[in-house]
């Protein structure tokens, strides 16, 4: 049965940082992408970054150039580093993997 964990959410102030990271088990974590979303109570879940299983990465357009996604394969976990926080980064974390969803981490984010 696939799981998958996220951990590393939590309070900052805006311009600070956090290291976001997802841990599967079970199936060939590898072999397939890898995405990070996030949502806000009451919207839409959002794409954030996603991560191919050749390492490509990509971005939607408010985080570009301050979050980069990567992973490591042996340890079965995908990371988000999110620099230069803003309050509208404020939102629960989510990882998606093989159709599965992890619990999601709340990140908070004050001015």
């Known amino acids: 049965q696939v799981q998958l964990a996220e951990s590393g959410g939590g309070l900052v102030r805006a311009g600070g940082s956090l290291r976001l990271s997802c841990t599967v088990s079970?199936?060939?974590?590898?072999?397939?992408p890898v995405w990070w979303y996030r949502q806000v109570p009451g919207k839409q879940r959002e794409l954030v970054a996603s991560i191919t299983r050749g390492g490509d990465t990509n971005y939607a357009d408010s985080v570009k150039g301050r979050f980069t996604i990567s992973r490591d394969v042996a340890w079965k976990t995908v990371y988000l580093r999110m620099d230069s926080l803003k309050p509208g980064d404020t939102a629960v974390y989510y990882c998606?993997?093989?159709?599965?969803w992890g619990q999601g981490t709340q990140v908070t984010v004050s001015s």
């Open positions: 079970g199936g060939d974590f590898g072999a397939y």
């Open positions: 998606h993997w093989t159709g599965n």
